[in-house]
């Protein structure tokens, strides 16, 4: 079946540390990506998107994601995380045909230790 | 300005009830989306709104689920005969629908409980 994977559902860093989160879909043709964040206590919001062009993408907070069509990924990464970052984050594809269907992952928790 | 509201935001009912989910969208928002999260799951997309229309049910789970809106606006996500297994918490989004560029703004979601 199609769908989007997220291979870490528990990560757990120390300040300063770099952070990489996988995500891969398995959808063929031109698709949309996008990676969600949702902060204890508080709403999903969107973290940064990519459409076209540049596939090193530039969030909020920091946060980039790079794009790599052979791989069918779309990995999010930070060079140095900070405690205000534990949240679950979520990558999520708009998929071909799809119209605004929106497919999600099942999120990766992460837990920054101060 | 307002963001996406839900009511209620907890429900606890009974098995073979039945329960009806609202949702309001930023105003002006033409897209309004329904997902649902299982406990130590993703977001499952259940059905989306352009306007009143809905083009994709596909991920309503049986036939005990439908939604509407109305006015391009308030939407309702009700479950028929209830059971535990629909039990989750249910977010809805919206956005402005001119593309899918367009960012989705979540709301603080229903959590719901079948007993």
């Known amino acids: 079946a199609q769908s989007v994977s997220q291979h870490n559902h528990h990560v757990i860093l120390s300040e300063a540390a770099s952070l990489e989160l996988g995500c891969n879909y398995s959808y063929g043709g031109t698709v949309n990506l996008f990676w969600y964040v949702q902060y204890p206590g508080q709403h999903l919001q969107l973290l940064l998107k990519?459409?076209?062009?540049?596939?090193l993408v530039k969030g909020i907070k920091g946060f980039e994601a790079e794009f790599i069509k052979s791989k069918f990924s779309f990995n999010l990464r930070k060079p140095s995380v900070q405690w205000s970052d534990t949240a679950e984050y979520f990558c999520a594809v708009n998929p071909p045909t799809g119209g605004f269907k929106t497919i999600f992952g099942a999120g990766t928790r992460l837990f920054v230790k101060a | 300005g307002a963001g996406v509201s839900q009511s209620p935001s907890n429900k606890v009912t009974e098995k073979g009830k039945d329960v009806e989910l609202r949702c309001d969208p930023i105003s002006g928002h033409t897209a309004l989306y329904w997902y649902r999260q299982s406990l130590g799951q993703g977001l499952e997309f259940l059905i989306y709104f352009q306007g009143n229309s809905a083009p994709d049910k596909s991920g309503l789970p049986s036939d005990r689920f439908s939604a509407e809106r109305t006015g391009g606006s308030v939407s309702t996500l009700t479950i028929q005969r209830t059971q535990q297994e629909d039990s989750a918490v249910y977010l809805c989004?919206?956005?402005?629908?001119?593309?899918?560029?367009?960012?989705?703004?979540f709301g603080p979601g229903t959590r719901l409980l079948v007993l």
């Open positions: 990519y459409f076209s062009g540049d596939p």
């Open positions: 989004a919206s956005s402005l629908a001119k593309s899918m560029e367009e960012t989705q703004y």
